[in-house]
């Protein structure tokens, strides 16, 4: 239901709530909450329950009294038609009390009904303004549309629980309770586990038809004469119960998250639970019991606030949204008009002359902060712009060779009566293929991509072409090759059609050597602009680079220290205490010895955690294949994901460790890629030895695929995206290789890379 209208635009969504808030808040203000049931009883209308916080309380009303006349009309008339009903849209009410007396009740908007109103205000544009924030940064993830919604409901909660028109607010605020746990605990629940396991899939379904047939019930029950209490019960136990889920399944899958997923989900549970704790224990356990509440529901709930900033933050921390700038600057903002709240409210003991000069100095220093995140946004900006546009430039001449091969080989498919045409052509160390006709295959344009360094002898005879032309220039190696099917009718090529081939095989070569001289121009460019702004830098630089590494090195000798300090240390001085009592006493104690089992055991775990964190082991002691079975066995584990790696015998040989590791981590990034973004159900890795030396590795998957050529922007043209992509690039440009990119909305996405496998080759690969 709620993913359907996560694709309505947002604005129309922000636009339809900002009606609604401008219609319930005037309404809210015109006419204040009253407080008072009235009953019918022998032709009479009498006050059958006064709430204490509502005019009719404050003014002295008691259960009992008569009503004679609202807004200067007989109550029979006003009420006719009725048994029972909360007073609503009332200026004065005048009431008969026991002893004969009248009492009239003045109903006016009171200042504190405008800070409530402006109060709710400011919540509501709180969670309205993350929600429009998360969608303007990634529009197009399914997760960050129902954090939208989420938001959305949340904020049609407070918007109602503040409002004192009765019937379309019941009807919101029914709708909103139901469905903000559920969308509450799908949204931590991906989180968390990224793709959700099959039982944790129909579980949400079952929540999901649960919330459905509640919310058809609640609808009618709002159009009765009194809403019945179990239904408030009810949503207050399936809010407890979601939250319970929540912190089960942290608590469950806590030993299958890595390192910096469990902190993610700490972070998740702990926000969650403090945010939402003031509800649960002050409002909904009370109201249970049958107990008057301690904190009224609207001020209860001012934990959705917080609880929206915790998503917003995990969002970002799990690469789904940019945030990093844009968090510093919510903070920036919350923390001035924070502290211009508090200065506000201690003005007058502070005097005016020093709560003016302080509120100058926070304005001073608020305009400062503002300037620092101003200029390290833009910084990051220009730099993802350089890197983007140099991604897509290569993309871009890629492209542009393919459209070229296959141009070429529709030109000579049409001129001759063949069965198919398939054009090779090297560029550098990787090589590029289009065929036509029986060469469309994908399966067949990989094999023949591979063998394309054999003789024109040889692919005639292993593939059964016709003809086999290469691409050659004087004193030079062959480009590529012209390979042409078999005619239709099995005869043999006439001079004149073999005039052609050579005609369009020469218009071909001058075609692909002017965009591979394009391409070495723009290398040689990058490479030289690279080296001016080495040549450039200042000793000052080099100072502040050292200065950085000694920093790092200091804080991670201060985080090494501390986990040592905290967790083995402490582990060992219990060890010796322990030991020590015994060596005096003599005595050993079953129950003690299981202690300190577990003690060696969690050091044993926590000392196997560190090191893996510090360094991966695993990619040295077992090599790559090893390593990435092991990766894939993790993923696999962690969401619906089936994963298949094959690797060549012949890849097994001894490489550079530098090589191996950046290509075990451009591989963890791939598939952590495919996990995330691309909703993938199948990955399928295949590792290779080139055939002129070094390594391939080849990353697919079945998942919902882009369109490469909008690589550069988003959809809103305004920010960039695929992130990873750009720190995939730029490993495999350090280590010299190459990467080509294949992918189309709807048709998955596969990523070639090769790479050299030793130093030697490094250096002669990023030269070519």
């Known amino acids: 239901m709620f993913s359907r209208i996560g694709r309505i635009p947002a604005f129309l969504l922000v636009l339809a709530f900002a009606g609604m808030a401008v219609f319930i808040h005037a309404y809210s203000i015109r006419y204040p909450y009253i407080g008072m049931v009235l009953k019918h009883e022998g032709g009479e209308w009498r006050v059958d329950r006064v709430d204490p916080s509502g005019q009719a309380g404050e003014q002295q009303a008691a259960p009992g009294d008569k009503v004679s006349t609202i807004d200067g009309v007989p109550a029979p008339e006003r009420l006719s038609g009725q048994e029972k009903t909360s007073l609503l849209r009332a200026r004065s009410v005048v009431l008969e009390r026991s002893d004969g007396s009248r009492h009239e009740l003045v109903i006016r908007t009171e200042p504190v009904d405008l800070y409530q109103a402006a109060f709710s205000l400011v919540l509501e544009g709180v969670l309205i303004g993350f929600g429009v924030l998360a969608v303007r940064k990634n529009g197009a993830s399914r997760l960050v549309r129902r954090f939208f919604v989420l938001n959305l409901v949340m904020a049609y909660a407070i918007l109602t629980l503040n409002s004192t028109e009765m019937l379309l607010s019941d009807f919101i605020l029914m709708i909103a309770s139901i469905w903000l746990p559920y969308l509450l605990l799908s949204i931590c629940m991906e989180l968390v586990l990224r793709a959700p396991p099959p039982p944790a ?55 299958k998250l890595g390192r910096v997923e469990r902190n993610h989900a700490l972070v998740l549970a702990a926000g969650v639970l403090l945010s939402l704790l003031p509800y649960v224990f002050l409002y909904a356990i009370p109201d249970l019991l049958g107990e008057s509440y301690i904190l009224s529901a609207e001020y209860s709930l001012i934990g959705l606030v917080p609880l929206s900033g915790t998503l917003l933050y995990v969002l970002g921390r799990r690469s789904l949204l940019d945030m990093q700038v844009y968090i510093s600057r919510l903070l920036i903002h919350g923390a001035y008009f924070g502290s211009v709240f508090v200065l506000f409210w201690t003005a007058r003991p502070l005097g005016p002359i020093y709560a003016f000069g302080l509120f100058v100095l926070l304005t001073y220093a608020y305009r400062r902060c503002l300037q620092w995140s101003a200029r390290g946004a833009e910084r990051r900006k220009e730099w993802l712009e350089r890197q983007k546009l140099k991604l897509s430039i290569r993309l871009a001449e890629q ?84 390979c042409i099917g078999p005619k239709r009718n099995a005869s043999l090529f006439t001079m004149e059609e073999r005039r052609l081939v050579d005609g369009i095989r020469l218009e071909a070569l001058r075609l692909l050597s002017n965009a591979r001289q394009l391409a070495d121009l723009r290398k040689e460019y990058l490479r030289t602009q690279a080296q001016n702004v080495r040549f450039e830098r200042d000793v000052s630089d080099i100072k502040k680079t050292n200065r950085i590494l000694l920093e790092a090195q200091q804080s991670e000798r201060i985080r090494t220290s501390h986990f040592l300090h905290d967790q083995i240390l402490q582990n060992l001085i219990f060890l010796s205490r322990d030991l020590e009592d015994l060596a005096d006493q003599g005595k050993v104690e079953a129950q003690r010895i299981g202690a300190w089992l577990r003690c060696v055991y969690d050091s044993q775990r926590d000392i196997r955690l560190f090191c893996d964190d510090l360094y991966p082991h695993i990619v040295d002691k077992s090599g790559l294949r090893e390593s990435l079975l092991w990766l894939l066995r993790a993923v696999g584990e962690r969401g ?105 909305p709807g048709k998955g996405t596969e990523i070639a890379i090769r790479l050299p496998a030793r130093e030697g080759e490094m250096e002669r690969w990023s030269l070519a």
């Open 399 to 482: 492209q542009n060779v393919r459209d070229i091969l296959r141009m070429l080989g529709e030109v000579v498919h049409s001129a001759i009566d063949v069965e198919g045409v398939c054009i090779v052509w090297r560029d550098g160390t990787q090589s590029l293929a289009q065929g036509t006709g029986i060469y469309e295959n994908l399966d067949s344009l990989q094999e023949i991509q591979e063998a394309n360094r054999l003789d024109p002898e040889e692919l005639e005879k292993r593939f059964g072409f016709g003809c086999v032309v290469p691409f050659e220039q004087e004193e030079a190696s062959a480009f590529g090759f012209l």
């Open 201 to 255: 899939s129909r579980l949400l379904a079952a929540y999901r038809v649960f919330c459905v047939g509640f919310s058809l019930y609640a609808v009618y029950a709002v159009t009765g004469d009194e809403l019945p209490a179990f239904i408030r019960e009810t949503v207050h136990l399936v809010f407890m119960f979601a939250l319970l889920l929540i912190v089960s399944i942290v608590t469950l899958y806590w030993k």
């Open 640 to 744: 619906a994901l089936q994963t298949e790696l094959i690797c060549d015998q012949e890849t097994l040989e001894p490489m550079d460790p530098i090589v191996k590791h950046n290509l075990f981590r451009i591989v963890r990034e791939l598939t952590h890629n495919a996990l995330k973004h691309a909703e993938a159900t199948r990955l399928e890795i295949r590792l290779g030895k080139e055939p002129g030396g070094g390594i391939r590795c080849a990353v697919k998957d079945n998942g919902r695929g882009f369109d490469p050529a909008a690589l550069h922007l988003r959809e809103d043209g305004k920010e960039p995206a695929h992130l990873g992509l750009v720190s995939v690039s730029s490993q495999i440009g350090y280590l010299g290789g190459e990467w080509e990119l294949r992918s189309a």
